[in-house]
């Protein structure tokens, strides 16, 4: 992520900023939290601070990561998946499975769908099945999303995932990793 920041910003503001993400002290994070909500700030700059305060388990981040993990920019999201996953808010799943079931981001799913499996929450089995279960009603056009609901719920082992498990094993896109998620259940 640091890289990828360091890229897109103007060089001396990436220095303050990282310099602050760097150190581990209550001033630190207080000066990273004001960039969440400055005016006119560039999303670079928020993401560092959100992704940065995240990991250290600052809630005050939780709003800028659930934007930046339904982001277009798949970057953005794995970075905001991963930072919500150590932040620990109990509001993390019900915004995950938000985000998810949103029909009309459906390509922008495939992060929401990794931090469901990853957080074991109790909405997180029921999400996938939902999700899995309305893309294989219909030409499947997300191949990534779906498969990463059948990995998840193979990770998950729910039970309750299996009839839609064998749904996806007739997609031959989808077979192999259908098959290895009936056997993790």
Partial sequence: MVDRLRAEADPEEYGRLLALARRDTAAARDALAAELTAPARPLW?????????????????????VFLLNHRDPARCAAAARALLRLGDPRTARAAAALATNELRTSYALHPVRLLAALRAPQSAPT????????????????QVARACVEGLGALGDPRARLVLLAAREREEL?????GALRRL
């Fill in 45 to 65: 700059a928020r993401e560092l601070a959100a992704c940065t305060l995240g990991r250290a388990g600052d809630s005050r981040a939780f709003e800028t990561l």
């Fill in 175 to 179: 077979r192999a990793a259908a098959d």
């Fill in 128 to 143: 996938l099945i939902r999700v899995l279960d309305r893309l294989l009603a219909g030409p499947v056009h997300h191949w």
